[in-house]
């Protein structure tokens, strides 16, 4: 099923720990148990899609001399009955598209087009109501790509880049993300090498033009930010499960899969983000402008869904500490501070409990302690490319931001590495039944009754417990993730060494018998090799994503008939989307089954 350790030596345990697929039949019989075998191996069903696809016309590359027409308006829910959510042209010029929503960052256009041999330049555009370009991505066919904006003054400086790697007669798709500055520009996903500083309000975006493309290139399909939500958080609620029934319910496969691939599909998410909230009898201020952003940009929400479970699903709280932070830190709305602002929300929606006095820590204040100190380079180099999923095993940590200081500055050098920084707990402390007055460490006064801080741990020692909790903090305090987990009669640790690969430390039960400390956040399971099939998953995050929206696609949209095809594509794309087989588990036993 493509699964592949990424920790060392553990091969065969964790192979066992992760026949998920021999789990989830457990229950089955008969021939449910020969499909679901059949699905894992990739062999189930040859499928057959139909061909209809929007096709766009070539144009003459005339773009240069073109006035925009006055009618340029469409409106995007007279055309989600019957394909998925593409943007509709305007009668008077066909490559022009009007925005329906104000752009904001975290939004996202895609565009689809085939190249062919002998195209000319073509080019994808921003403009306003004015007539301002303002971002022109120019493609010049072997030659080079030009970024470039037209304001009031004409054509502004030029940034040039190769031109990218298009293949006569094959699909490509361009993509311009919006950040809170710049606009970055993909091709096939890969982003090219320079980026476009906004030189105009990203706001007066109202145009997407698509210039060029004689000689046979054809412009396919586009893909826009959808119209904002209303206001109401139920009007909201019942808007979202509309518009994904509509492009969804008993619709091929393949359209499906197409209306997941556009930027429309964030409406799943949102979907299912509301849905967890009201089955708490809660709701959002949808009013909120900080809210508002967080459902709408693409990844935001998306990261906020894709990160990890939470417990008692305790969504509403999610958000509005993540919301109060960015209120707090606008840099949260992108970058390594997005991951962390994420990360906090995630796990601090539950309590997150002081090991040395048992008092809640703030997460707010560890949010801004952490970006302070990414600020200031104290983290290690690999914690500011983690994803947010594995932050949560850094701002989780059990002590205290102080402590997290004092380790920083009381750490043996030798251990001052990505690939050493947890296991400095057997050479920081010792193993001892007994303090130094002979109390015992079953006693409460074994640590003389004060707070059992890190510098406390240091001096006096403990066992397996203090070992193990010291090594994890010792690596969480330098960003890198970490946590301790039960093993029969003892307490171990894993952490992300070098930021690559998790490891077991302080260990006597391998990973098979070892599951995540109780007070600590999971998914899925608490075993702990749940934690390397969900590090697997996070490793293509865009697989996993498209993975997700089909799930929920298939449990909560889907005619019933529908659902098992819909599901094994969600583990084809990432087959380790443990929700995902559980789901093809109870799929295998409806009596409608397709």
Not at 94 to 122: C, H, M, R
Not at 257 to 276: C, D, G, M, P, R
Not at 355 to 381: C, P, Q
């Amino acid at each position: 099923m493509g699964i592949h350790s990424r920790s060392s030596g553990i091969n065969a345990e964790y192979g066992e720990s992760l026949l998920y697929g021999v789990f989830l039949i457990s229950e089955m019989k008969g021939k449910a148990q020969l499909l679901f075998l059949v699905s894992c191996l990739g062999l189930a069903s040859t499928r057959h899609y139909d061909d209809n696809e929007i096709t766009l016309e070539s144009y003459d590359d005339a773009w240069m001399n073109e006035i925009l027409p006055t009618q340029t308006g469409y409106d995007v829910l007279d055309h989600i009955e019957s394909v998925p959510k593409l943007a509709t042209r305007s009668s008077e010029d066909q490559n022009i598209f009007k925005l329906d929503e104000v752009l904001a960052p975290g939004d996202k256009i895609d565009v689809w087009g085939t190249y062919q041999p002998k195209s000319s330049k073509f080019s994808v555009n921003l403009k306003d109501d004015r007539g301002r370009y303002l971002i022109h991505v120019d493609f010049r066919p072997e030659y080079e790509t030009v970024l470039n904006s037209r304001l009031e003054k004409g054509w502004g400086v030029e940034l040039r880049c190769p031109f990218p790697n298009f293949v006569v007669g094959e699909q490509f798709k361009i993509t311009l993300k919006c950040e809170s500055s710049q606009f970055r520009i993909f091709f096939n996903d890969k982003e090219l090498s320079k980026t476009f500083p906004y030189r105009a309000d990203l706001s007066s975006a109202t145009i997407l033009y698509l210039a060029g493309g004689s000689n046979g290139l054809s412009w396919d399909k586009v893909s826009l930010p959808r119209n904002t939500l209303p206001q109401d958080f139920d009007e909201s609620l019942e808007y979202l499960q509309e518009f994904v029934h509509k492009q969804t319910n008993g619709q091929t496969l393949k359209r499906v899969k197409n209306f997941v691939e556009t930027t429309e599909s964030l409406a799943i998410f949102q979907w299912q983000l509301l849905t967890y909230i009201k089955k708490q009898s809660h709701t959002l201020d949808l009013g909120d402008e900080t809210i508002r952003w967080l459902l709408h940009s693409s990844d935001a929400l998306e990261k906020i869904l894709t990160s990890g479970d939470v417990q008692d699903d305790r969504w509403k709280e999610v958000v509005e500490i993540i919301a109060e932070i960015i209120r707090q830190d606008a840099n949260a709305k992108e970058g390594v501070k997005l991951n962390l602002a994420v990360a906090i929300g995630l796990t601090f929606s539950t309590n997150v409990h002081s090991l040395a006095t048992g008092s809640s820590i703030d997460g707010i204040k560890r949010y801004h302690n952490y970006a302070r100190w990414v600020d200031e380079k104290f983290m290690f180099e690999p914690f500011y490319t983690l994803n947010a999923w594995l932050m949560r095993y850094v701002v989780g940590s059990w002590a205290e931001d102080e402590e997290l200081e004092w380790a920083r500055e009381n750490v043996l050098d030798s251990h001052r590495s990505p690939n050493k920084i947890a296991d400095v707990c057997h050479s920081m402390v010792k193993y001892t039944l007994y303090n130094d007055d002979g109390v015992s460490v079953h006693h409460p006064g074994f640590y003389y009754y004060k707070p059992v801080t890190l510098e406390w741990i240091h001096k006096i020692g403990g066992v397996c417990g203090a070992i193990s909790k010291f090594g994890t903090s010792m690596a969480q305090a330098f960003g890198i993730p970490a946590l301790p987990v039960g093993q029969p009669g003892h307490c171990a640790y894993i952490w992300l060494k070098d930021g690559t690969t998790w490891t077991l430390g302080n260990d006597i039960s391998g990973w098979g018998g070892s599951t995540v400390h109780g007070g600590i956040q999971y998914t899925w399971r608490r075993e702990a090799p749940f934690m390397l099939m969900m590090h697997d998953a996070q490793m293509d995050s865009q697989s996993y994503r498209l993975s997700e929206k089909m799930r929920i696609i298939a449990e909560s949209f889907s005619k019933a008939g529908d659902r098992f095809e819909i599901l094994e594509d969600a583990t084809t794309i990432c087959p380790q989307n443990y929700d995902a087989w559980n789901n093809i588990k109870s799929s295998l036993l409806q009596h409608d089954l397709k």
